[in-house]
T-cell receptor, first 116, second 115 residues
Framework: DVKVTQSSRYLVKRTGEKVFLECVQD?????MFWYRQDPGLGLRLIYF???????EKGDIPEGYSVSREKKERFSLILESASTNQTSMYLC???????????????FGDGTRLSIL | AQSVTQLDSQVPVFEEAPVELRCNYS??????LFWYVQYPNQGLQLLLK??????LVKGINGFEAEFNKSQTSFHLRKPSVHISDTAEYFC?????????????FGKGTKLSVIP
């Protein structure tokens, strides 16, 4: 089974801090994703990466950056945390899709981040 | 661009009753369609997906969904729910194509099964 591990289940940080959320997958997946989940808003894509050192902006990249130095690890960085970034953050990974077929995204259990 | 509308934010249903969770989508291109489930304090799991072929797709845990292209809908159904089905359900779409891809999610429907 694919394992996507997020380093923290719960995290509390202060406004203005630089925050790192870490995600590791063990299945040699090329694609990795960071989502933010808020009540009543569903999941929104922040950034994704389709290879080492490659990244693409999702729907809500403002206030975030990412790092992918190794294939198995994808980090989400809050450069200067603000209270409106309090949320649940979900990481996912997948193989590249083959034409006519699908490669499902596998999700971690999430990090609930509180910014005080 | 794609968008997904889940028509009900909360659905209460009695145990062993049938349930339908509604999903409509909008897209200028052809899409794949998905339903994911999130149990409390967990990540998302894929329930089922529609890629092509038969419009009725069956998934895990007795769920099924029907793709209706003319109505741009992909409603999820189960004939008899169990307490363990209490969870949040997300409908999602992604454009066809190979390589990397994005999922666009609906806002979710919380299913509460009442004993």
């Amino acid at each position: 089974d694919v394992k996507v591990t997020q380093s923290s289940r719960y995290l509390v940080k202060r406004t203005g801090e630089k925050v790192f959320l870490e995600c590791v997958q063990d299945m040699d997946h090329e694609n990795m994703f960071w989502y933010r989940q808020d009540p009543g808003l569903g999941l929104r894509l922040i950034y994704f990466s389709y290879d080492v050192k490659m990244k693409e902006k999702g729907d809500i990249p403002e206030g975030y950056s990412v790092s992918r130095e190794k294939k198995e690890r994808f980090s989400l960085i809050l450069e200067s945390a603000s209270t409106n970034q309090t949320s649940m953050y979900l990481c996912a990974s997948s193989l590249p899709r083959i034409q006519g077929a699908d490669q499902p995204q596998h999700f971690g259990d999430g990090t609930r981040l509180s910014i005080l | 661009a794609q968008s997904v509308t889940q028509l009900d934010s909360q659905v209460p249903v009695f145990e062993e009753a049938p349930v339908e969770l509604r999903c409509n989508y909008s897209s200028s291109v052809s899409v794949y369609l998905f339903w994911y489930v999130q149990y409390p304090n967990q990540g998302l799991q894929l329930l089922l997906k529609y890629l092509s072929g038969s419009t009725l797709v069956k998934g895990i845990n007795g769920f099924e969904a029907e793709f209706n292209k003319s109505q741009t809908s992909f409603h999820l159904r189960k004939p008899s729910v169990h307490i363990s089905d209490t969870a949040e359900y997300f409908c999602a779409v992604s454009p066809l194509g190979a390589g990397s891809y994005q999922l666009t999610f609906g806002k979710g429907t919380k299913l509460s099964v009442i004993p």
